[in-house]
T-cell receptor
Framework: KNQVEQSPQSLIILEGKNCTLQCNYTVSPFSNLRWYKQDTGRGPVSLTIMTFSENTKSNGRYTATLDADTKQSSLHITASQLSDSASYICVVSDRGSTLGRLYFGRGTQLTVWP | EADIYQTPRYLVIGTGKKITLECSQTMGHDKMYWYQQDPGMELHLIHYSYGVNSTEKGDLSSESTVSRIRTEHFPLTLESARPSHTSQYLC?????????????FGPGTRLTVL
């Protein structure tokens, strides 16, 4: 069964600290992996996208890694800010159809305290 | 910020009412999607469309229906709302071509059925 598991479920850190969120997946065949940020009451916004051949990608203070062999990805947030408080969702796409079906994790709820 | 809009943002209605959730995008995207998301849970695809006059059911069974008469417009209708329909509904769109196209999400409609 194709699945996407994220950990931790929730995380609280102090402003300025770094953190790493994890994503394990069993989706096959694999096309790409995205990290989305979803603010409370809003729709998800794409942060990064990585294909099979990419193992790291950065977007400002966000750095995503991908190990396609172990089917693991991580999202590292550097020097956290209050505005980083949100749910971070890992999304994996398969190559099974022209639609590029997406499999969503449940997200990690990050709270940044001042 | 993506040019995809949803109205209303919040809706509280009584059981048995007919409702239509609106979704419009100005990016000229061919593909559009409706997702259902409960708190702390992953997004579930309930409907999608490849283009005008194309609609398909998603992974999660839903009593709602959709239509795609114009490229930019993808409304979702519930003929008779029930408390089990209480959820957040997210609309998204993506360009045609490779499955790596990023989906852009609207802000969502939070529906409460009493």
């Amino acid at each position: 069964k194709n699945q996407v598991e994220q950990s931790p479920q929730s995380l609280i850190i102090l402003e300025g600290k770094n953190c790493t969120l994890q994503c394990n997946y069993t989706v096959s065949p694999f096309s790409n992996l995205r990290w989305y940020k979803q603010d409370t009451g809003r729709g998800p916004v794409s942060l990064t996208i990585m294909t099979f051949s990419e193992n790291t990608k950065s977007n400002g203070r966000y750095t995503a890694t991908l190990d396609a062999d172990t089917k693991q990805s991580s999202l590292h947030i550097t020097a956290s800010q209050l505005s980083d408080s949100a749910s971070y969702i890992c999304v994996v796409s398969d190559r099974g159809s022209t639609l590029g079906r997406l499999y969503f994790g449940r997200g990690t709820q990050l709270t940044v305290w001042p | 910020e993506a040019d995809i809009y949803q109205t209303p943002r919040y809706l509280v209605i009584g059981t048995g009412k007919k409702i239509t959730l609106e979704c419009s995008q100005t990016m000229g995207h061919d593909k559009m999607y409706w997702y259902q998301q409960d708190p702390g849970m992953e997004l579930h695809l309930i409907h999608y469309s490849y283009g005008v006059n194309s609609t398909e059911k998603g992974d999660l069974s839903s009593e709602s229906t959709v239509s795609r008469i114009r490229t930019e417009h993808f409304p979702l209708t519930l003929e008779s709302a029930r408390p089990s329909h209480t959820s957040q509904y997210l609309c998204a769109s993506s360009g045609s071509g490779l499955s790596t196209d990023t989906q852009y999400f609207g802000p969502g409609t939070r529906l409460t059925v009493l």
